[in-house]
């Protein structure tokens, strides 16, 4: 299995004058390769703790100049909530100081529907280039690397669904561009043409989708694609949903990634699939487990069960994303495990036929896309291998409907923002992985979000979250 350069770790020295001479470089011919394909801005980007996409942008030819020594960004990013408001943090926050962004260059790209316009993911570095604490997408690199230490790799997928509306005043309730039935060819052909421009500016990104399709809400759909190594799957689902956003703007259109459009109804989740292998053996099959999994990969699934209640912290971290994780959505509110089960949170997938050996992972279902998608791998990642360190063993599977079982026989998942963050206060594995300035500057958004939401009404936090993720 290849893994990219992405996922390789960064260093914690300063980068020596030739590293940086030789991001230069690489920029300089990718920058004129851009020009001369019409691009005039590229978008350097990152993920804050709220789970919202930041960015700043440089125009092309200033390209190598933000390779060779980024480009400013403040640190009180890192404690922004949904809303823009700013909270503070022990270690992070406050309006002094700078960082620098640094694209990664691997994955430079024109953006395909937005003409003009290249991205590529930032790393946040501090102004002498020693890695900034609070960067997410270190923290899922250093998870890739702790596993690489103890000889094991991931894959991982993250799935995209979304509500389109169409475009009007943020404040009117959403009206949908398809009537069409759940999973109906009704919504296929109602917005044929956005779609077809969709799949096709996510081939020329060089996405390699698997699937689209209409699903159960009201202008509901969903993007799958391939599993590739862990931050590179983060930043494809980045990438992703730049891209819908910027097609369905293209279309008259608006997109909602937040966990409800409607309180009551189904939720949009950022299901995330995770396999686990050794000298190119995946894990999750071929050995004496339940369903073929190896020792390694049961204990690895049984850590990440284990932490799920305090992985929402980093999985499902807004007030809204209790709205959606409740019982009989499909979005996996029970802490438990099954085959093929969607009211399971952890759901076991023993991969179809046609994918051939290899194709088996699990899926924890209970995250969504108000995720910063580097903090959900990364957490993951480090749940699992402590369930590894500790040889965990999974509980028996629950195969059915656990809402149908007596009440206290399958525990449910925190039912709300507040109890997450207990267990994730009470995380020794979240806050050994994180660091103290990330662990404690994503506390602090999900305390800043609480109380931002206090008094809400359900209708009301659906209200202020729709349009914002
Ligand atoms: N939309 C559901 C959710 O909130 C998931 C539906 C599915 O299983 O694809 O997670
Ligand atoms: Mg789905």
């Given at each position: 299995?290849?893994?990219?350069?992405?996922?390789?770790?960064?260093?914690?020295?300063?980068?020596?004058?030739?590293a940086?001479?030789?991001?230069?470089?690489?920029?300089r011919?990718?920058?004129?390769?851009?020009?001369?394909?019409?691009?005039?801005?590229?978008?350097?980007?990152?993920?804050?703790?709220?789970g919202?996409?930041?960015?700043?942008?440089?125009?092309?030819?200033?390209?190598?100049?933000?390779?060779?020594w980024?480009?400013?960004?403040?640190?009180?990013?890192?404690?922004?909530?949904?809303?823009?408001?700013?909270?503070?943090?022990?270690?992070?926050?406050?309006?002094?100081?700078?960082?620098?962004?640094?694209?990664?260059?691997?994955?430079?790209?024109?953006?395909?529907?937005?003409?003009?316009?290249?991205?590529?993911?930032?790393?946040?570095?501090?102004?002498?280039?020693?890695?900034?604490?609070?960067?997410?997408?270190?923290?899922?690199?250093?998870?890739?690397?702790?596993?690489?230490?103890?000889?094991?790799?991931?894959?991982?997928?993250?799935e995209?669904?979304?509500?389109?509306a169409?475009?009007?005043?943020?404040?009117?309730?959403?009206?949908?561009?398809?009537?069409?039935?759940?999973?109906?060819?009704?919504?296929?052909?109602?917005?044929?043409?956005?779609l077809?421009?969709?799949?096709?500016?996510?081939?020329?990104?060089?996405?390699?989708?698997?699937?689209?399709?209409?699903?159960?809400?009201?202008?509901?759909?969903?993007?799958?694609?391939?599993?590739?190594?862990?931050?590179?799957?983060?930043?494809?689902?980045?990438?992703?949903?730049?891209?819908?956003?910027?097609?369905?703007?293209?279309?008259?259109?608006?997109?909602?990634?937040?966990?409800?459009?409607?309180?009551?109804?189904?939720?949009?989740?950022?299901?995330?699939?995770l396999?686990?292998?050794?000298?190119e053996?995946?894990?999750?099959?071929?050995?004496?487990?339940?369903?073929?999994?190896?020792?390694?990969?049961?204990?690895?699934?049984?850590?990440?069960?284990?932490?799920?209640?305090?992985?929402?912290?980093?999985?499902?971290?807004?007030?809204?994303?209790?709205?959606?994780?409740?019982?009989?959505?499909?979005?996996?509110?029970?802490?438990?495990?099954?085959?093929?089960?969607?009211?399971?949170?952890?759901?076991?997938?023993?991969?179809?036929?046609?994918?051939?050996?290899?194709?088996?992972?699990?899926?924890?279902?209970?995250?969504?896309?108000?995720?910063?998608?580097?903090?959900?791998?990364?957490?993951?990642?480090?749940?699992?291998?402590?369930?590894?360190?500790?040889?965990?063993?999974?509980?028996?599977?629950?195969?059915?409907?656990?809402?149908?079982?007596?009440?206290?026989?399958?525990?449910?998942?925190?039912?709300?923002?507040?109890?997450?963050?207990?267990?994730?206060?009470?995380?020794?594995?979240?806050r050994?992985?994180?660091?103290?300035?990330?662990?404690?500057?994503?506390?602090?958004?999900?305390?800043?979000?609480?109380?931002?939401?206090a008094?809400?009404?359900?209708?009301?936090?659906?209200?202020?979250?729709?349009?914002?993720?």
């Amino acid at each position: 299995m290849s893994t990219t350069v992405t996922e390789q770790q960064v260093p914690d020295r300063p980068p020596t004058a030739d590293a940086r001479a030789e991001r230069a470089a690489r920029a300089r011919v990718a920058a004129a390769r851009l020009s001369a394909e019409g691009v005039d801005g590229v978008v350097l980007g990152w993920v804050d703790n709220a789970g919202l996409s930041r960015v700043k942008t440089v125009p092309v030819r200033r390209l190598e100049q933000a390779a060779a020594w980024g480009v400013g960004a403040a640190p009180c990013f890192d404690v922004f909530l949904v809303d823009d408001s700013i909270t503070d943090s022990r270690w992070i926050g406050g309006p002094a100081g700078d960082l620098r962004l640094i694209p990664d260059l691997d994955r430079l790209v024109r953006l395909a529907g937005q003409p003009g316009w290249a991205w590529a993911p930032a790393d946040r570095f501090a102004q002498d280039g020693t890695p900034h604490p609070g960067c997410q997408r270190r923290f899922a690199r250093r998870m890739v690397a702790a596993a690489r230490q103890r000889g094991l790799e991931l894959k991982a997928g993250i799935e995209v669904e979304f509500v389109l509306a169409l475009a009007g005043p943020p404040a009117e309730p959403p009206a949908y561009p398809t009537s069409g039935p759940a999973y109906g060819m009704h919504r296929l052909t109602d917005l044929s043409d956005c779609l077809r421009e969709l799949l096709r500016a996510l081939d020329e990104q060089g996405l390699a989708v698997l699937q689209l399709h209409p699903e159960y809400a009201p202008g509901q759909f969903e993007v799958s694609v391939a599993a590739e190594g862990p931050v590179g799957a983060a930043d494809t689902t980045v990438l992703v949903r730049q891209t819908i956003r910027a097609v369905a703007a293209r279309n008259g259109l608006r997109v909602s990634f937040a966990p409800v459009v409607e309180p009551g109804g189904v939720g949009n989740g950022g299901h995330l699939h995770l396999s686990l292998w050794r000298d190119e053996q995946n894990l999750g099959q071929g050995g004496p487990g339940p369903y073929g999994l190896t020792a390694e990969g049961e204990s690895f699934l049984a850590g990440v069960l284990a932490e799920l209640p305090a992985l929402l912290a980093l999985g499902a971290p807004s007030v809204a994303s209790y709205l959606r994780l409740v019982p009989q959505r499909w979005a996996g509110a029970y802490q438990c495990w099954g085959l093929e089960n969607r009211e399971a949170a952890l759901r076991l997938i023993p991969g179809p036929p046609d994918e051939g050996p290899g194709a088996a992972n699990a899926e924890v279902k209970c995250f969504d896309a108000t995720a910063n998608p580097y903090l959900a791998v990364g957490g993951a990642i480090a749940a699992g291998l402590a369930g590894l360190d500790a040889r965990r063993a999974l509980p028996p599977e629950v195969p059915g409907e656990p809402s149908a079982l007596p009440e206290g026989a399958v525990p449910r998942l925190p039912a709300g923002l507040a109890e997450a963050l207990s267990a994730y206060e009470t995380s020794g594995v979240l806050r050994e992985a994180l660091g103290e300035p990330l662990y404690e500057a994503v506390r602090a958004v999900r305390q800043g979000e609480l109380t931002l939401f206090a008094d809400r009404s359900a209708q009301e936090i659906a209200e202020a979250t729709r349009w914002r993720y």
